[in-house]
T-cell receptor
């Protein structure tokens, strides 16, 4: 059973500070891990991904870190902006498999 | 602007009705997916399709069926709607071999069964 778990349902961060969203996973072989962002009444939008052969991937204000020994994935947003307030989902896919398995989501609120 | 279009943003249906949720993509993607989103449960896969007339069950297929007669269209069918199928339904598509780089999702259909 290959799962991803987001243990924090919500997170509040001051504008301009760093937001860190976390995700734990099980039983990884060769996988991709992805982060999605979702506003209310809209579909999720893809943010950033990382393959399990890497430790870090960066795209502008967003950086994803993969700690394979701890089976832990994190998304860093710096600096945090009010428009970052949304629900964030981590997801995984197995190599050669088109399906994504999603976590339960973390609601991020950026405080002005 | 490429997109995945879901025919309805909001639907209210009665218990026992047959419900059709339609999804169309204009990106010539091979893969299409139906998820539902519920608070505290995240996104759960109902059905998916890798090709026309092909379908596979996801994690929660009970009470649902799907149809893919054309590459661009993937329909989700609730055979007899029940109140526990009240949810946000999300359609997504991806190109074969590119799912690792993310799906494109539609805006969702908020279905309420009364």
């Amino acid at each position: 059973d290959q799962q991803v778990k987001q243990n924090s349902p919500s997170l509040s961060v001051q504008e301009g500070r760093i937001s860190i969203l976390n995700c734990d996973y099980t039983n990884s072989m060769f996988d991709y891990f992805l982060w999605y962002k979702k506003y209310p009444a809209e579909g999720p939008t893809f943010l950033i991904s990382i393959s399990s052969i890497k430790d870090k991937n960066e795209d502008g204000r967003f950086t994803v870190f993969l700690n394979k020994s701890a089976k832990h994935l994190s998304l860093h947003i710096v600096p945090s902006q009010p428009g970052d307030s949304a629900v964030y989902f981590c997801a995984r896919s197995n190599f050669g498999n088109e399906k994504l398995t999603f976590g339960t989501g973390t609601r991020l609120t950026i405080i002005p | 602007d490429v997109k995945v279009t879901q025919s309805s943003r909001y639907l209210v249906k009665r218990t026992g009705e047959k419900v059709f949720l339609e999804c169309v993509q204009d990106m010539d993607h091979e893969n299409m997916f139906w998820y539902r989103q519920d608070p505290g449960l995240g996104l759960r896969l109902i059905y998916f399709s890798y090709d026309v007339k092909m379908k596979e069950k996801g994690d929660i297929p009970e009470g649902y069926s799907v149809s893919r007669e054309k590459k661009e269209r993937f329909s989700l069918i609730l055979e007899s709607a029940s109140t526990n199928q009240t949810s946000m339904y999300l359609c997504a598509s991806s190109s074969s071999g590119q799912s690792n780089y993310g799906y494109t999702f539609g805006s969702g259909t908020r279905l309420t069964v009364v």
